[in-house]
């Protein structure tokens, strides 16, 4: 029997932890890179041309023993490009047999980089893949090796058929260029990478498969009634959660406990729910949300690192945000629709401030937003 906890540990400290050190500014999605790994669930990185999210999945496929596909996809590509061609001795015997050798069927781990170029020719046969891990092709039927999908893009879908694509993607994360005063150790980090190839650690995609079953052996039950009012919350702020995607996000809650060598999970594991935005406006409010379900917590040790970040929201970022709400209320008539969504923004605002560390700023942007707030409830309705 394996010992889960160990062997999530190892994946830390031989994958995780280094590829940290390769890719300054990218532990967010390395870390979501190992939650998907353990959880069996896909993962969707956006962000422009540039921002290393090719790099950063071809170096984690390359710290693990097994066998990896990855493509970019175009407007054209068709489906003897992802899942190789009909084999010819056996069509000659009037069988249509598709020879997978070395394609996407016999993978571990696939990267799909820019997925949503996908065509009708391939959708279908993606859809089932990456929801079932099985490979359709008329009457032919066959389970996937597939332990994790990956797919990128520096865009998000527009119509329908690519949204049921993006769908399969239970996690998503953004990868954007790193902050100006960074990106002298990018420079540093980055020649050092191209004169070095990744270490490979002693892990092989099979290895984080055994995990999967124990997914379901980590003890949820305290969790489940905070993780239930998160959800309603989010719905109520108008962001769509099925309970399919609840269901599944429980894999990625069970683990961010285990990559802690906890087999337990605690409230600090529901960080995760951060990532199941459908768009980029969704991001502020599900971190606000599941802010304020981490903040009714103490901060423990063992909890994952990601559910407490050190710097906080940037306090003078809140400050102009709430000065240009401030500005916006000085107009002497504003529509419902425009005061509704002052009162919105305000309410997200707020629960940030309330994440600022330095106390001094806090209460200073508490008091800012405690002044909007009676500014809003006295101003006269529109007629």
């Known amino acids: 029997m394996i010992n889960a906890p160990e062997l999530a540990s190892r994946l830390v400290s031989e994958v995780l932890e280094p590829m940290k050190k390769d890719f300054v500014g990218k532990g967010e999605v390395i870390d979501l890179l190992g939650i998907s790994q353990m959880a069996g669930e ?56 598709t020879n997978t ?13 820019e997925l949503l170029n996908a065509n009708s020719a391939i959708l279908n046969s993606l859809l089932v893949a990456l929801n079932e891990r099985v490979f359709r092709r008329g009457k032919e039927s066959r389970a996937l090796a597939t332990l994790l999908f990956v797919g990128a893009s520096n865009q998000l879908p527009e119509d329908d058929a690519l949204k049921a694509l993006f769908d399969r993607f239970l ?21 050092r990478l191209a004169a070095n190839h990744p270490i490979r650690s ?51 809650i069970a683990a961010s406990a285990l ?54 929201p940037d306090p003078e970022a809140l400050a102009r945000d709430l000065e240009a709400l401030s500005d916006q209320l000085q107009s002497p008539t504003l529509p419902d629709s425009e005061l509704s969504y002052i009162q919105d923004r305000l309410g997200i605002l707020e629960g940030r401030c309330q994440l600022v560390q330095d106390s001094g700023k806090r209460e200073w942007l508490q008091q800012l937003t405690t002044e909007l707030w009676s500014r809003v409830k006295t101003r006269p309705q529109a007629a």
């Open 42 to 97: 896909n993962l969707f990185i956006l962000g422009p041309p540039g921002t290393a999210k090719s790099a950063l999945v071809n170096n984690l496929a390359a710290r693990l023993e097994g066998r990896s596909f990855d493509y970019l996809l175009t407007r054209f590509t068709e489906p003897n490009e992802l899942f190789g061609p009909f084999d010819i001795r056996r069509l000659r015997e009037g069988e249509l047999v």
């Open 101 to 113: 050798e070395g394609m996407l069927p016999e993978a571990s781990f696939v990267f799909l980089d």
């Open 171 to 191: 996690l998503r994360v953004t990868s954007d260029n790193v902050p100006g005063e960074r990106l002298p150790d990018v420079l540093e980090a980055g020649w």
């Open 202 to 252: 002693s892990l092989r995609f099979e290895d984080l498969k055994s995990l999967q079953p124990a997914i379901l052996q980590v003890d949820l039950s305290k969790i489940r009634k905070p993780f239930a009012e998160l959800i309603q919350r989010i719905r109520h702020a108008g962001i769509s959660v099925s309970d399919r995607r609840a269901v599944k996000l429980q894999r990625a």
């Open 259 to 312: 990559l802690c060598s906890r087999v337990t999970a605690r409230v600090s594991d529901l960080w995760v729910a951060r990532h199941i935005w459908d768009t980029l406006e969704q991001q502020e409010i599900l971190s606000s949300l599941v802010s304020q379900t981490l903040g009714k917590e103490e901060a423990a040790q063992g909890d994952h690192h990601r559910s407490h970040p050190s710097d906080g």
